[in-house]
């Protein structure tokens, strides 16, 4: 195609009905990113559940089984700072020198009075939540705004086991479900058939299923959002806005990124428990009309399986760490890491109507990044991201995965914009095609908010491409029926599209449009 160009392709849809989604030649990131493995501490389980950096340059890592460490790169040299926590999962480095851990049960400040490189002091900051014994009980964290708010995710209790006779904090019995009734095996009755009757995530104690804010000097947790599910992912941009990736399951049809907003529901019912205003009855059993009306929908949704499955840790896009225009303002696009398959995501903001939306893509994909990426960090001049890598029992791996962009340009997508008609890419490079216009391909489809686990692809439709145009580094897609509200569009691009940086990066994207233009 010429530099600009318009191709007709109204007979396109003719040939996706049998469009194997498979046939692209993979991508050599390889050429792109060293991939290196980092040594991990000895006698030490290395499921990494926090990473961070200290004021020296130096890695701070917490692991599953409870010990603090802290890597000295240049020496290539572990040394244990802190031992004895429960399944940390969330880290950070204060300024002052002092180490804040996010632990099942506790936030704890690890001070080193005496200097001497290890904890001699665990101060507790806060232990304002409940636990019940389930085991899907995780505590997530930890981030802070710039008022030095700490915030913290509570994962919801599962229905694949039950609970303990002593738990910490208040029972809620709203439905008539009592602790005993969730109470596992012995005098109390088999679980597998009382499980029947129990939510398949529950919140019975305080504040499952919420975002905590604490304050400066306070040991008091402020319910600051409802509706997560297991948001194994925080992250504070530079104007105070929370995120938090969440992960598929009981009304989460879909892995989602959540854009929290003080006060509101995000969709996962159990927490509502623990609303200002909670229901009078089991939350599950509300009209789900009722619930849709109440959350606040996430700017992306991830398809389980195709972009991703198990999402963790955000950060942003820099410019260190992959070619984008020096014109791009980096926080507003997003990675998150994935635990099941061997791929970052990355997010590309859209506002449509005043509603949060986008696309999501996969800056790396390859086998050369391993599975059960679970903490991300970028080093301290953005070039290198670490991977701290865990299992958990499930799909993952173990270990410290360290991957450096070499400063070779690429061609990639920088913005998924929706137009009236169809969408609008831009690159960060002019782009020609060799009109391969049959590699083209769009199908939308509807991810249902319900109890059930997970969502099927509902009301599956192949879009038929009214034109495609390239201008510049712009490339617009005109449906021949405008898009639709409340649908993902998933859109496969030519593989023959190219530049003279490299040919595409990626060319399938996710985008969620749950606005559209009149």
Known sequence: MNARTKISVVTISLLLTFFNYNVWAEFAWEHYYDFENVNTPENVDPQFGGLAMN?????????????????????DT????????????GIYVEEEGTILVIQRGELTRLHDKNNDGKADFYEVVSNDWGLSGNYHEFTFGLVKDSQKNIYISLGTASNGAGVREEIRGEWNTIGGLTQEMFLSGGKFGDWKEKKKAVPRMYARVPYRGCVLRIKPGSMKAEVYATGVRTPNGLY?????????????????????????????????????LWAENPPNQVPADMPVEELEAM??????????????????????LTQAFAPISK????????????????????????????????????????????????????????????????????????????VTYNGK?????????????GFEFSFN???????????YAIESFEVLYHAGYGSPKHNRRQEAVESIQIDGNKLILELAQKPQANKVYDITLSDCITSDLSDISSTRYWYTAHAVYD
């Open 236 to 272: 504070m941009d530079a104007n105070d806005q929370l995120w938090i990736a969440d992960n598929q399951g009981d009304w989460v049809g879909a892995s989602k990124i959540h854009r929290i907003e003080e006060g509101g529901f995000h969709g996962h019912v159990a927490s509502l």
């Open 327 to 402: 014109t791009v303002t980096e926080q507003d696009k997003l990675i998150v890491g994935e635990m099941n398959h061997s791929r970052i995501v990355k997010y590309l903001p859209d506002v449509v109507n005043g509603q949060h939306q986008g696309a999501a893509t996969h800056i790396l994909n390859t086998t050369s990044l391993g599975t059960g990426n679970n903490r991300l960090l970028y080093s301290l001049d953005g070039k290198s991201l670490y991977l701290g890598k865990t299992h958990l029992s499930w799909p993952g791996r173990k270990g410290l995965k360290k």
């Open 429 to 439: 490079a002019p782009i020609k095609d060799q009109e391969c216009l049959q590699s």
């Open 55 to 75: 004021a020296q340059g130096q890695l701070v890592a917490c692991f599953h089984r409870g010990e603090v460490g802290i890597y000295d790169e240049d020496k």
């Open 409 to 421: 340009p690429y061609l990639l997508v920088e913005s998924v914009k929706l137009t009236p008609t």
């Open 295 to 316: 959350r606040i929908k996430a700017p992306i949704l991830l398809p389980q399986g195709d972009c991703a499955n198990s999402i963790t840790q955000i950060l942003p």
């Open 78 to 89: 572990w040394s244990i700072f802190a031992t004895g926590l429960h399944e940390p999962l």
